[in-house]
T-cell receptor, first 113, second 113 residues
Framework: GESVGLHLPTLSVQEGDNSIINCAYS??????FIWYKQESGKGPQFIID?????DKRQGQRVTVLLNKTVKHLSLQIAATQPGDSAVYFC????????????FGGGTRLMVKP | DTEVTQTPKHLVMGMTNKKSLKCEQH?????MYWYKQKAKKPPELMFV???????INESVPSRFSPECPNSSLLNLHLHALQPEDSALYLC????????????FGQGTRLTVV
């Protein structure tokens, strides 16, 4: 089965609200996770990363939370803006995938004005 | 400069054609990757070059042939492709390996007719 996966294919939020995008990973150790944003017709853009020795990491308007107990990862976007509309992928370096970066299925975030 | 440059942006080729996709980065990264992305799907790893040597080939058909002429350049040679090979081909690079942040290019949109 899939080693990294997202919970919801589509998320619709109101402009100004906070967004939470979730991701789960399989029963294998991982040292490193990355969230990417992909806009239509473009390549994935790095947003934020986190290593397994951390539970939380913050960037500009984004926070990534890692819960190793339940093997769950989330991306929180504060004060969501129309420019945040895109597909968001979580990716992890999994030891059952040859220690290569494996992408989850992606969540499309739609921001309503 | 955190840019990975891919050319061409779009390519239409017949099943008997030979073409090449090109990727360039000047960040001093020693790992470079080719990914294939079908519509509404996450990127899938095809090849990994580490220090200019092919380290991973994810069971990709021989009609795709990668080449790494030097540490800044990565090519993907295409020959006798099938219509189902139509996809977005993404190049990425990271400093040493997959445990460090990977930067993606904008991709080449390939259509095989």
């Amino acid at each position: 089965g899939e080693s990294v996966g997202l919970h919801l294919p589509t998320l619709s939020v109101q402009e100004g609200d906070n967004s939470i995008i979730n991701c789960a990973y399989s029963n294998s150790a991982s040292d490193y996770f990355i969230w990417y944003k992909q806009e239509s017709g473009k390549g994935p853009q790095f947003i934020i990363d986190i290593r397994s020795n951390m539970d939380k990491r913050q960037g500009q308007r984004v926070t990534v939370l890692l819960n190793k107990t339940v093997k769950h990862l989330s991306l929180q976007i504060a004060a969501t803006q129309p420019g945040d509309s895109a597909v968001y992928f979580c990716a992890g370096v999994l030891d059952n995938a040859g220690n290569m970066l494996t992408f989850g299925g992606g969540t499309r975030l739609m921001v309503k004005p | 400069d955190t840019e990975v440059t891919q050319t061409p942006k779009h390519l239409v080729m017949g099943m008997t054609n030979k073409k090449s996709l090109k990727c360039e980065q000047h960040m001093g990264h020693r790992a470079m990757y080719w990914y294939k992305q079908k519509a509404k799907k996450p990127p899938e790893l095809m090849f990994v070059y580490s220090y200019e040597k092919l380290s991973i080939n994810e069971s990709v058909p021989s009609r795709f042939s990668p080449e790494c002429p030097n540490s800044s350049l990565l090519n993907l040679h295409l020959h006798a492709l099938q219509p189902e090979d139509s996809a977005l081909y993404l190049c990425a690079s990271s400093q040493y390996d997959s445990s460090t942040e990977a930067f993606f290019g904008q991709g080449t949109r390939l259509t095989v007719v």
